[in-house]
Structures are given as C-alpha cells and as structure tokens.
C-alpha cells in the first residue's frame, strides 16, 4: 500500500516557477517507480516526468523538456517536480503517481489526489 499526496499547486505568471512535491507513505517507497501526469479540463490524462526507484534514470515528455526537472528524495519519502519557464498551456491538474516503468496511466497502481496549476498570459 501506498499512499501519495501532492502540494505546491498554484497561481503563477507564463515565464514563472513552481515547485510540486509529492509525500509518499514510507515503507515501500524505494520499491517504485515516480511519475507526474497532469489534465486540463475536458482532455486526457497526459505523461509528464517519471524517475526509477533508484533515481538512476529520469524521463520527460518532449512538451517539458528542459523546463521541468524531476527528482525524488528517498530519505524524506518525496518526489518533486521543479517547473520552470511556465507556459499557460502547462495550466492542469497535476498527480503523483507509483508503480511500474512506463509512460502511460496503466502501469501506475497508486495515485495522489492532485494539485491545481493555473500559469496566466
């Protein structure tokens, strides 16, 4: 069992930063793997970040390359999502999730409730 719970959410200016995080039960969190998905209204769930249990290898949607950077923090039972150079299209809600290596909503078995991101023109 695992669970997650986002914060960091909010109201920024396009070009602004933000910072998630994502607090995670502790006793099996070195066990999986951490991801980022985000929805805006009216679309589909969307892959933004991902790291291995280890920390070892990190991947990013082409849309947040190189503005984004994810990162977690065994110690501590977190992951993170730094969010730079924000575009109003990064605007949606955004979830931590835990489970297996992929991209896709499927292969992760736990999610956090999520937190809102609004990035004004």
């Known amino acids: 069992q695992v669970q997650l719970v986002e914060s960091g959410g909010g109201l920024v200016q396009a070009g602004g930063s933000l910072r998630l995080s994502c607090a995670a039960s502790?006793?099996?969190?070195?066990?999986?793997?951490m991801g980022w998905f985000r929805q805006a209204p009216g679309k589909e769930r969307e892959f933004v970040a991902r790291?291995?249990?280890?920390?070892?290898?990190?991947d990013y949607a082409d849309s947040v390359k190189g503005r984004f950077t994810i990162s977690r923090d065994n110690a501590k039972n977190t992951v993170y999502l730094q969010m730079n150079s924000l575009k109003p299209d990064d605007t949606a809600v955004y979830y931590c999730?835990?489970?297996?290596?992929?991209?896709?909503?499927?292969?992760?078995?736990?999610w956090g409730q999520g937190t809102q991101v609004t990035v004004s023109s």
């Open positions: 999730a835990a489970g297996g290596w992929g991209t896709t909503e499927k292969v992760f078995r736990y």
């Open positions: 502790p006793r099996t969190f070195t066990d999986y793997h």
């Open positions: 790291i291995s249990a280890s920390a070892s290898t990190t």
